[in-house]
């Protein structure tokens, strides 16, 4: 069975920093996409970012563009997501998700087969 496990989420300042890891255990997953999505309180879970395999492509929502980045590494069965200039508005539950076999990255947290539990992240004004 595979499993997510988040960490590094917590509380920042707006204008700070903060960089969640998503380790795998029960697999290794260099054969598929990975994502990150969040969800707030009262909204639906929307997609953040998406590492294609090898790590070679990657996109990002408009939101978090020039923002955020996405990473991965293979040899650690780990993704991280760096969050730079943080705002009020990335206050959530954010999620690594994985595609199993599947190179290649989506938007659609439907097409994700395999998630962690989540990490908070709250930033304040």
């Known amino acids: 069975q595979v499993q997510l496990v988040e960490s590094g989420g917590g509380l920042a300042q707006a204008g700070g920093s903060l960089r969640l890891s998503c380790a795998s255990s029960g697999r290794t997953f260099s054969k598929d996409a990975m994502g990150w999505f969040r969800q707030a309180p009262g909204k639906e879970r929307e997609f953040v970012a998406g590492i294609n395999y090898n790590g070679g492509n990657t996109h990002y929502a408009d939101s978090v563009k020039g923002r955020f980045t996405i990473s991965r590494d293979n040899t650690k069965n780990a993704a991280y997501l760096r969050m730079d200039s943080l705002k009020v508005e990335d206050t959530a539950v954010y999620f690594c998700?994985?595609?199993?076999?599947?190179?290649?990255?989506?938007?659609?947290?439907?097409?994700?087969?395999?998630w962690g539990q989540g990490t908070q992240v709250t930033v304040s004004s």
């Open positions: 998700a994985g595609r199993t076999g599947i190179s290649y990255i989506s938007i659609n947290p439907g097409s994700y087969d395999y």
